[in-house]
């Protein structure tokens, strides 16, 4: 059975031309999709202050649009430097449009969820719904007492696995090819779908594998009681997401079994095509993302390899 997702589209806008990335973003919601920017600070500072600007000019330009856009933002967790930052921009972004989502990542206990609903309404900020991102051993170990939460602060949970894996010191990640990532993820269903949450799905990586994606929406359709929702990268997953049926199985992502090999592959290709200002890099012959999350774990696991 193919159930009906929510998606959530993350994008950046730098070098788009407005008409552009107008057309585009009017694509990803009429595919079902709400498109979402990013501010937190995993990403290089100078970088967020460009995407920061570009937002901004970008939504006092087509706020005259005769169109219901719908926007997400990924803020930093209540805890970080620049939280307040965040605040600010999101009440800049309100004068313009109401925010559909709010994504809080490294949640670790029921606290920090509250404290930004808290800072939200104080501010008059308008969105949605607020959803916070599991990405830590300890909020995993917590996903319980979080899960259990009521409804009416928020009603879904995601997963940030490239966060998590780096948490966890694994090296090679995890992803939605192993069965360690789906016990993760069962986990989660189990303790929060009890209590009428849905879960988010964290992103693949492996932009035009789509056997593995078609399997992972397989596999959660398979295992979510509830509605589950997905985080995709590309317009091309967005639409296999809109799929009526998905081939059963998930072909392997995991190119090199040695482990030396393959952080060598990682550190290799991510300071090679990893763009200007940015903090990802896209391996171009498998269409592979690589995080800086999974750059930071290579590099560690070839510090200790080399002092063994």
Known sequence: MNKKKFLYHFINIDGYKTNDIISYVKNINGLGATVCF???????NDYVLKQKE?????IRKIKKHDYKFSFGIRINNPKSKKFIQDLDFLKLFNKCFSIESVFIPKVKELKEIEIVINKLQKRNINYEEVIPII???????????I?????????KIAFGHCDYNLDNNY????HQDSEKYWNWIKKILT????????FINS????L???ILFAGMLSKLDSISKNKYGQISLTLRQIKLCSRSKFKAGLAPAIYFTEKKKYAYYIIDNYKKYKANNKSIAIEPLNRYLISPQEFKAAKKYLTLYEKS
């Open 38 to 44: 990013d501010l937190e600070d995993s990403i290089k």
């Open 54 to 58: 570009n937002i901004v000019k970008f």
């Open 135 to 145: 990405e830590t051993k300890y909020g995993l170990n917590n996903i319980t007492n």
């Open 147 to 155: 899960g259990k939460a009521s409804n009416e602060l928020f009603n």
């Open 171 to 174: 090296f090679p990640f995890y």
């Open 191 to 198: 303790a929060i779908e009890p209590h009428g949450k849905s």
């Open 203 to 206: 992103p693949l990586l492996f």
């Open 208 to 210: 035009n594998n789509d």
